[in-house]
Structures are given as C-alpha cells and as structure tokens.
C-alpha cells in the first residue's frame, strides 16, 4: 500500500482533520504501543499500520 492510499483511507474513515489528529496522538498497542506518524516514521509497511488502524476501529472487511 502506498502511503497516498493510505492518507486517503484514514481520510475516509476518520475525516481528514480527525485523521492527523489521530495520527499524531493515538498510541496503538497492535503497533508496540507507537502512533501512526511514529510507526511510519521508523519504516513500518503502511499496509500494516493500516491493519493495526483497523484492529483498533473494528473497520468492516470492505473498508480494509
């Protein structure tokens, strides 16, 4: 997944200005406890941030 896929997906599920938000400052334990911006900033694979996001929200399989 590029991280333009990625950004527009956050977007969609949480609105643009609740997904930076979000990104920014909700630690999430599927990804060692980091935030989004932290997981991706280390080099963890978008797609797998992503699927943290989802574990996290009980997003429906559609919109994974």
Known sequence: MRLTE???K????FGSAY????????VLAGLGGAT??????RGDDAKTVW????DE??????ER
């Open 19 to 26: 997904a930076e938000s979000f990104a920014r400052d909700h």
């Open 57 to 62: 929200f009980d997003v429906p399989a559609r």
């Open 36 to 41: 989004v911006e932290a997981a991706l900033a």
């Open 10 to 13: 956050m977007d969609i599920r």
């Open 51 to 54: 699927r943290a996001v989802c």
């Open 6 to 8: 990625f950004w527009a």
